[in-house]
């Protein structure tokens, strides 16, 4: 875990770097009907190296943020989810 946040018991849904969560939208079924349902974010746990402190980061991220990741850099991304409120 990354030392700028405390470790949770039940983790939410939310992407650590984006903060991207669910969403609520309708089932509409051929006749119309419509239900309430849930879009959750497409959600993963992975390990990052962080090359600046010689150690591994697990993060809850989205498959968009591990792209931004991939461009950008891990350092530089996790600097600005922090700005942005997203990291404690």
Same mark, same amino acid.
């Given at each position: *875990? ?8 039940? *983790? ?5 770097? #984006?903060?991207?969560?669910? *969403?609520?939208? =309708?089932?509409?079924?051929?006749? *119309? =009907?419509? #239900?309430?349902?849930?879009?959750n974010a497409n959600l993963t746990t992975k390990r990052f190296y962080i090359p600046e402190e010689n150690r591994w980061v697990t993060l809850k991220v989205? #498959?968009?943020?591990?792209? #931004? ?20």
């Amino acid at each position: *875990m990354h030392p700028d946040f405390k470790s949770i018991e039940k *983790m939410a849904r939310v992407c650590e770097i #984006t903060g991207k969560k669910a *969403m609520v939208g =309708n089932n509409v079924s051929h006749a *119309m =009907n419509k #239900t309430k349902r849930k879009f959750n974010a497409n959600l993963t746990t992975k390990r990052f190296y962080i090359p600046e402190e010689n150690r591994w980061v697990t993060l809850k991220v989205s #498959t968009s943020a591990i792209k #931004t990741i991939n461009k950008k850099g891990i350092s530089a991304v996790l600097k600005e989810a922090k700005q942005k409120g997203y990291l404690k």
